[in-house]
Every structure is written in C-alpha cells, then in structure tokens.
C-alpha cells in the first residue's frame, strides 16, 4: 500500500495547534502524524505533497478563494511546509494544487493499492482508498460515488474557495437531487437545471475550479453519452480498462 498524503493540511494543523508550545513541538507533531498515517494505513510507501504557485484556478476565476485573503496564517506555516520537504521529501505542485496531485497518483494505480489520507471531503471525488486520520475512518469511494460528491458540491458550492452553489441547497437537498443518479450526464443535467440557462456559464467554470484532476491535464468538460470526467485505472497490464 502506499499512502497518499495530504501534507497541506498536516503543515497548517500542526503549525496552527503548536502556535504557545514552538517549533520543536510542532515539528514533533509532524514527525508523529506522518508517522500514525503511515503505519495505521499499512502503507510500505507513501507520497506527501504540498501545493506549489500558478494554480490553473486563478485563470479560470481570479476571485478564487478570495475570501481567504488577508486572514491570518499559523506562523510557523512556512517552516513547517519547509520541514515537511527536507525531512519527510514532500514534493510541492506547480500549476494545480495538493489534491490534484494525490487525484493524478490514485487514478493511475491499480485500484486499491493506494490510499488518500486527508480530512477534506473535497478529495471523496477520487475513487479509491480513503483515509481520515482526525476521525481515524477508511472509506472506499466507487467511481460512481466520486462523481456524485463533484455534483453535490457543484449543487452547494463551496464557501471556503469563494464557489457559488444553487441558493437554498446544502448538503441534504443535493443529496436527494444527486446520490440515486448512475450517469453522469444524469447529475450534469439535474445540476444545468437547478442552475437554470442564466447561470450554465457560471455552472461550468465552477465544475472547472472544483474537480479534482485525475490525469495530468485533463480537466473537466460537459459530460455527454459517450464521455465521462472520471477516468480510472481498474487493472493494470494485459486487458487494462479504465473508466
């Protein structure tokens, strides 16, 4: 198994909790969680990655996460990304972010040989081991499901990175709208009408800054009969598919 780890999230949870107690023991706290991800996922290996600059977001929609600007960040955030780097050999994006790299990793797998370890449910997207370490859950996400969590969040938006949703859907209403479809282009076209054709232009560019990457490149488009933004490795070698 290799783990796929979130290291964003370590960084600032560990450097946010050890703001009274110093460096030394927010770099004992990286050392440990990196440690606990490790071994309680039964991992031989693993990746940790940081998001780097010239997110692809930016282009699309300069207000992404603009509601974040100015807010105070933990101050020892840059010391503990650094140290996540030389001592653990997290590897820093360029051009998308952390998750879009642990999405290109699980998706070129073989299916279940790797494990996302994370707390953001936006990373449920990818089919595939899951592994939350704050509520110490594995989950198991089907191809099908991870389409379902995109077009739930393109009903709700997401507030944290400045995504508008449909006004008056949270996490209830698009369940019920999303989670008994099994085609994407079922969810696309539920979601183009509570959008509504005023808003499909906003629709599609907030489809783009949520998806997750899955192959290097490749983001999402419009899904029709014959395509699908979920590409995923089920074998590897002789008679490889993909969906």
């Known amino acids: 198994m290799k783990a796929l780890i979130d290291a964003d999230i370590v960084g600032f949870s560990c450097a ?8 030394e023991a927010c770099q004992e706290d990286i050392d440990n969680l990196m440690k606990r991800i490790i071994e309680t996922t039964d991992s031989d290996s693993y990746l940790a990655v940081l998001t ?14 603009a509601n974040r600007v100015g807010k105070p960040k933990p101050s020892m955030l840059e010391d503990a990304r650094a140290y996540l780097v030389t001592a653990w050999g997290a590897i820093v994006t360029d051009g998308y972010e952390a998750d879009d790299r642990l999405g290109i990793e ?19 997207q990818i089919p595939g081991y899951h592994y939350n370490w704050r509520k110490n859950e594995r989950d198991t996400i089907s191809p099908l499901d991870g389409l379902r969590s995109l077009y739930r969040s393109l009903l709700t938006g997401d507030t944290t990175d400045n995504i508008s949703g449909v006004g008056g859907i949270g996490p209830v209403k698009s369940a019920r709208a999303i989670n008994d479809l ?4 079922d969810m696309y076209e539920v979601c183009a009408a509570l959008y509504g054709d005023e808003r499909l232009e906003e ?8 998806f997750i990457l899955r192959q290097e490149g490749r983001m999402w488009e419009p899904p029709n009969e014959t395509t699908t933004n979920c590409t995923y490795r089920l074998q590897v070698g002789p008679g490889e598919t993909s969906i």
């Open 16 to 23: 946010a909790y050890n703001e009274e107690w110093g460096w």
């Open 52 to 65: 780097g600059g010239n997110n692809f977001r930016y282009e699309i929609y300069p207000e992404y996460k």
């Open 106 to 124: 699980q998706c070129s797998e073989q299916f279940g040989s790797t494990v996302i370890c994370s707390i953001d449910k936006d990373l449920k």
């Open 182 to 185: 099994t085609t994407e282009l």
């Open 203 to 210: 629709m599609h560019r907030n489809a783009k800054l949520l």
